[in-house]
């Protein structure tokens, strides 16, 4: 399967830098290896999907609502992402479980609303650097699994611990290796033969310089890049890193 290459813009991007970002990539998309996506803030989902439309480059949201509609200001639903041309959408990433209080169980009826409208979610677990030392990864992760995934879940799972992410610290390939690893176990035990299929990124400072050593990892299906996906050279250079 292809590797996919994500970016996550977070809080960043107003009009001008949203352009200036995307142009670069809807130039240097074409003849990639990898499958290629970014998830500018809502505010520019819709101008970033009408620049790429007709490039390989796809677009996606960083959160949505659990409900179809309704009395819940301030909030976006995933039928609203689709129709400001996105196709895909971040749930549960550790920002959000952090800032947002987000728990297990409503990552996982978010993830059933993006489905059901008809977006790919890619659902982000993810140990804090407490939980590593304690030795609590495997369990912390395999909760979030357990928790966050709905029954027959199709969509991506992304790895990021939560001490990598924004710090330039990155995970050591053995480590990658060995979660990357238990969380196909888990999959693959809690989907049945589905879970194979299942990509599973790995996120936290992912730059060109170490792309190419942590894409080459087994089990990891791509990159959840942060940072490095403001600059569309760093993030085409990681993208040149990926596996066909
Ligand atoms: P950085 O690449 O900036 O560490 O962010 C990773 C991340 O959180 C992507 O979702």
């Not at 949203?18 to 990639?32: E, M, N, T």
């Not at 008809?118 to 357990?146: F, H, M, S, Y």
């Not at 879940?153 to 690893?181: C, N, Q, R």
């Not at 194979?196 to 942590?214: F, M």
Request: net charge negative; aromatic share 4%.
């Amino acid at each position: 399967m292809r590797q996919l290459i994500a970016g996550n813009w977070k809080m960043n991007g107003l009009s001008e830098e949203a352009a200036a970002i995307v142009g670069p990539l809807r130039r240097g998309a074409d003849g990639l290896a990898c499958d290629l996506l970014v998830c500018p803030p809502f505010t520019q989902i819709f101008t970033v999907a009408h620049i790429l439309v007709g490039s390989p480059v796809a677009v996606g949201g960083q959160d949505c609502h659990p409900n179809e509609k309704g009395a819940h200001t301030g909030d976006i639903s995933a039928a609203m992402l689709r129709d400001a041309g996105a196709s895909w959408v971040i749930l549960g990433h550790s920002e959000r479980r952090q800032d947002h209080h987000e728990t297990d169980a409503l990552i996982q009826a978010k993830t059933h609303a993006a489905v059901a409208a008809g977006l790919a979610p890619i659902v982000c677990v993810g140990e804090t650097a407490a939980q590593r030392v304690a030795g609590d990864q495997n369990k912390v992760v395999g909760g979030q699994l357990a928790g966050s995934l709905p029954p027959g879940f199709s969509g991506v799972v992304a790895y990021e611990p939560v001490w990598a992410i924004g710090t330039g610290k990155t995970a050591t390939e053995a480590d990658v290796a060995a979660m990357h690893l238990f969380i196909r176990e888990t999959l693959v035990m809690q989907l049945g033969q589905a879970g194979e299929g299942v990509r599973i990124l790995y996120g936290g400072s992912v730059r060109p310089a170490n792309a190419g050593s942590l894409l080459a990892v087994p089990h990891v299906g791509g990159a959840l890049v942060g940072g490095a996906s403001l600059k569309a050279e760093e993030f085409l250079g990681i993208a040149k890193a990926a596996k066909a």
